[in-house]
C-alpha cells in the first residue's frame, strides 16, 4: 500500500477516507487543511499534519501522492491545480464497488463512490465527485470539477460543462448539452439543453434564477 494525503478536513474528508479505507492500493499517512487551526486533531482517526504550509516538507519527506476531500467545485479546482504545481501526484480515490465501462478516461483526483458506473467511451475530467448509486452513459462527456449528489443518472451521449452541481436523484436526458456552473435542484429532470450560469429544478427542469458568477456544489 502507498501513502496517500488527503487535502481536507471537513465533511467530505470522512467519505474520502472511509473510500480509501476499504480499497487495498492507498494507505492515510494524514490530512492537510487549509484552515486547519489545530493541528493534531484527528479525523476517523487519522491526524490533521497542519495547513497548505506544510506540504513542501511533507513531499521533501518522500509523501508525494494526495487525494482532493474538498466538496465545493471551485475550491477544489483550484487546490488541485496548487497541489499540482508543488508535485505532487493527485490520486483517483475509486470504491472497489464502482464500475468503469471499457474505453472510459477519467481525470486527475476524482472520487468514485460505492455502485456508481461510468459508461463505456465516456470523458470524464479532473477532480470528479460521484456519490453512490449514480450512473453516466456511454460516451457522454463530463467536465472538470463537476459533483453528482447520490442517485443521479446521465444518459448517453450527454455534455455537461465544468463546476457543474447536480443534487440527488437528478435525471438527465441522453444527449443532453449542460454548459459551465450550472446547479440542478434534487429530483430535477433535464430533458433539453441549459446555458451557462443557471439554477434549475423541478420536472421538468424550469429555470429558478441566473447567476453571475461560478456556483459551486457544497
Known amino acids: 500500500m502507498e501513502s496517500v494525503i488527503v487535502i481536507g478536513a471537513g465533511g467530505h474528508a470522512r467519505s474520502v477516507i472511509s473510500v480509501l479505507l476499504v480499497g487495498s492500493q492507498w494507505s492515510v499517512a494524514g490530512l492537510i487543511d487549509k ?13 490533521l499534519l497542519g495547513g497548505m504550509e506544510c506540504l513542501e516538507d511533507l513531499r521533501r519527506s518522500g509523501l508525494t501522492r494526495a487525494a482532493i476531500a474538498i466538496g465545493d467545485n471551485g ?13 505532487f501526484e493527485l490520486v483517483n480515490v475509486i470504491h472497489p464497488a464502482a464500475h468503469i465501462m471499457a474505453a472510459a478516461s477519467i481525470g486527475n483526483g476524482a472520487f468514485i463512490h460505492a455502485n456508481s458506473v461510468i459508461g463505456p467511451g465516456c470523458r470524464i475530467g479532473h477532480t470528479l465527485i460521484l456519490q453512490p448509486m449514480c450512473t453516466i452513459g456511454h460516451e457522454s462527456v463530463i467536465g472538470n470539477s463537476v459533483q453528482f449528489c447520490p442517485g443521479v443518472h446521465v444518459g448517453g451521449k450527454a455534455h455537461i460543462g465544468d463546476h457543474c452541481f447536480f443534487g440527488p436523484g437528478a435525471v438527465i436526458y441522453p444527449g443532453v448539452s449542460i454548459g459551465h456552473d450550472v446547479s440542478v435542484g434534487a429530483n430535477s429532470v433535464i430533458h433539453r439543453d441549459l446555458p451557462n450560469r443557471v439554477v434549475v429544478t423541478g420536472n421538468p427542469a424550469r429555470l429558478a434564477r441566473r447567476e453571475s458568477f461560478s456556483k459551486n456544489g457544497a
Open 35 to 47: 484552515d486547519s487551526t489545530e493541528r493534531g486533531q484527528k479525523v476517523l482517526g487519522f491526524e
Open 75 to 87: 475550491t477544489r479546482g483550484r487546490l488541485a491545480n496548487e497541489i499540482e504545481s508543488l508535485g
